[in-house]
Nanobody
Framework: EVQLVESGGDLVQYGGSLRLSCAASGFTFRDYTIGWFRQAPGKEREGVSCIPSGQSATYYASSVKGRFAIFRDNTKNTVYLQMNNLKPEDTAVYYC?????????????????WGQGTQVTVSS
């Protein structure tokens, strides 16, 4: 059974940092591209960042570029999203998703498997 489990969400103050984790099981993790998406109340889900299974480029939304960093540890079947200098507009439920394709996409329709999400709240 394919599973993606996010963790690390929390309440944090403006300017603070969090590290989200996406732990995967049930598939050959190293062959999958992993994306992070978020959905704020009343808004559509949007792509935040993505790390490919291959050597192609990572992706960052312009709103998080320079503040967020994505990396993966294939020995632990886990992808991390390091979030620094957090702002209230980063408040959302964050989801990770997986697809067996070696290139990143910012579109949720490109991804096959999804986690349940973890809440990030940034207070001002």
């Amino acid at each position: 059974e394919v599973q993606l489990v996010e963790s690390g969400g929390d309440l944090v103050q403006y300017g603070g940092s969090l590290r989200l984790s996406c732990a995967a099981s049930g598939f050959t993790f190293r062959d999958y591209t992993i994306g992070w998406f978020r959905q704020a109340p009343g808004k559509e889900r949007e792509g935040v960042s993505c790390i490919p299974s291959g050597q192609s480029a990572t992706y960052y939304a312009s709103s998080v570029k320079g503040r967020f960093a994505i990396f993966r540890d294939n020995t632990k079947n886990t992808v991390y999203l390091q979030m620094n200098n957090l702002k209230p507009e980063d408040t959302a439920v964050y989801y990770c998703a997986a697809v067996d394709y070696p290139y990143c996409s910012r579109y949720e329709s490109a991804f096959h498997y999804w986690g349940q999400g973890t809440q990030v709240t940034v207070s001002s």
